[in-house]
């Protein structure tokens, strides 16, 4: 699995990803649309690759140790 981050100050990838079925859908089924809604977000790489290495598809679940 391959994640970019863009910060939320760019409005072209907002009306992008808004205008993109598919997208939203995959961002709600992961639970990760109201995060994706939250203004002035700012990435933190560490916790995202950590989060994307205890994510548990099989249990829908974070399973941190």
């Keep these: 699995m391959t994640i970019t981050w863009r910060e939320r100050e760019h409005t072209t990838i907002d009306n992008e990803v808004t205008?993109?079925?598919n997208v939203l859908?995959?961002?709600r089924g992961y639970g990760l649309l109201?995060?994706?809604k939250i203004p002035n977000?700012?990435?933190n790489m560490l916790l995202l690759e950590l989060l994307i290495h205890y994510?548990?598809?099989e249990d829908d679940a974070f399973?941190?140790?």
Aim: charged residues 35%.
């Design 19 to 21: 205008n993109d079925q």
């Design 34 to 36: 109201k995060f994706f």
């Design 41 to 43: 977000m700012k990435a």
């Design 63 to 65: 399973m941190i140790d």
């Design 25 to 27: 859908d995959a961002l």
């Design 55 to 57: 994510w548990s598809e």
